[in-house]
């Protein structure tokens, strides 16, 4: 059973410096791609950053590009999403989805077939 945990999340102030974990398990993980999607209050699920552990090509969507970077430790099954410069537009639930296929658009969820429970990052002015 695919499994994946996301934690790190919080109150920070504007300009300040987040990391955000995704532990997955139930599943060969260097064969997977693993995107970080967030969801505002009233707004679609969107995806901001995404790797291929593969081979470890990455996206970012343009709002994050220069601020958030992710990265994966194959060893621990585990991707992180390193947020620095964080904006109150970046506030959101952020969840971690995963899936054996990379994304032909990672900004859209339906790519993805298993997804973590959600993490909140609160940016306070």
């Known amino acids: 059973e695919v499994q994946l945990v996301e934690s790190g999340g919080g109150l920070v102030q504007a300009g300040g410096s987040l990391r955000l974990s995704c532990a997955a398990s139930g599943f060969t993980f260097v064969d997977y791609s693993i995107g970080w999607f967030r969801q505002a209050p009233g707004k679609e699920r969107e995806g901001v950053s995404g790797?291929?552990?593969?081979?470890?090509?990455?996206y970012y969507h343009d709002s994050v590009k220069g601020r958030f970077t992710i990265s994966s430790d194959n060893s621990k099954n585990t991707v992180y999403l390193q947020m620095n410069s964080l904006k109150p537009e970046d506030t959101a639930v952020y969840y971690c989805a995963a899936d054996a296929d990379p994304p032909l658009n990672w900004r859209l969820p339906s790519w993805f077939t298993s997804w973590g429970q959600g993490t909140q990052v609160t940016v306070s002015v």
């Open positions: 790797i291929i552990n593969s081979d470890g090509r990455t």
